[in-house]
Antibody, heavy 119, light 110 residues
Framework: QMQLQESGPGLVKPSETLSLTCTVS??????????WGWVRQPPGKGLEWIAS???????KYNPSLKSRVTISIDTSRDQFSLKLISVTAADTAVYYC???????????WGQGALVTVSS | QSVLTQPPSLSGAPGQRVTISCTGS?????????VHWYLQLPGTVPRVLIY???NRPSGVPDRFSGSKSGTSASLAITGLQAEDEGDYYC???????????FGGGTKLTV
């Protein structure tokens, strides 16, 4: 059974870069059926899709975040990563990684990583 | 403001039937791209409740059902139970945005 696990700093200063990594186990990130994505949830608010990447490196970004986001993949390590630059308090959220086929549901999800933007 | 519109909150008594709507447009639900539903219990990770409009993963009771028509979709819950209390989200793909979209979420109180 495939599992995903987020890792990265829990505290980032305003204007700096948020970096998170998702490690995939129990399956190969090179599976050509799946995208690997990031979804975030600010405290008390709803889910927001951030970006997704295919094993080939093909990427899709939420237009509202595209100018600040980079998603990348390392198939040799079964990991994919998220970078969000110039963060503000509005970027404080639980960040989830998840896998999904292009038109299918996001499943499974990682446990989530709370990232707080504060000085 | 979410691309997919859900009622912010709903409530129902135990045993009742409730329906949660998810309204989109011709670039997502009406395109037609599949709709998926998630339940997020307090303090937990969202989990799939319904996938591809009307399919239940193993372990999801048949009290939960999904439907889709035109640019809208619905999640129906019959025989409401206290354990159904949580946040429900719909999700689809949007061709205009070339990406995936979630509804704003519906908080169900039992």
């Amino acid at each position: 059974q495939m599992q995903l696990q987020e890792s990265g700093p829990g505290l980032v200063k305003p204007s700096e870069t948020l970096s998170l990594t998702c490690t995939v186990s129990g399956g190969s990130i090179s599976n050509n059926n799946y995208y690997w994505g990031w979804v975030r949830q600010p405290p008390g608010k709803g889910l927001e899709w951030i970006a997704s990447i295919f094993y080939t490196g093909s990427t899709k970004y939420n237009p509202s975040l595209k100018s600040r986001v980079t998603i990348s993949i390392d198939t040799s390590r079964d990991q994919f990563s998220l970078k969000l630059i110039s963060v503000t308090a509005a970027d404080t959220a639980v960040y989830y990684c998840a896998s999904h086929a292009i038109f299918d549901s996001f499943d499974p999800w990682g446990q989530g990583a709370l990232v707080t933007v504060s000085s | 403001q979410s691309v997919l519109t859900q009622p912010p909150s709903l409530s129902g008594a135990p045993g009742q039937r409730v329906t949660i709507s998810c309204t989109g447009s011709t670039s997502n639900i009406g395109a037609p791209y599949d709709v998926h539903w998630y339940l997020q219990l307090p303090g937990t990770v969202p989990r799939v409740l319904i996938y591809r409009n009307n399919n239940r993963p193993s372990g999801v009771p048949d009290r939960f059902s999904g439907s889709k028509s035109g640019t809208s979709a619905s999640l129906a819950i019959t025989g409401l139970q206290a354990e159904d209390e949580g946040d429900y989200y719909c999700q689809s793909y949007d061709s205009s945005l070339s990406g995936w979209v979630f509804g704003g979420g519906t908080k169900l109180t039992v």
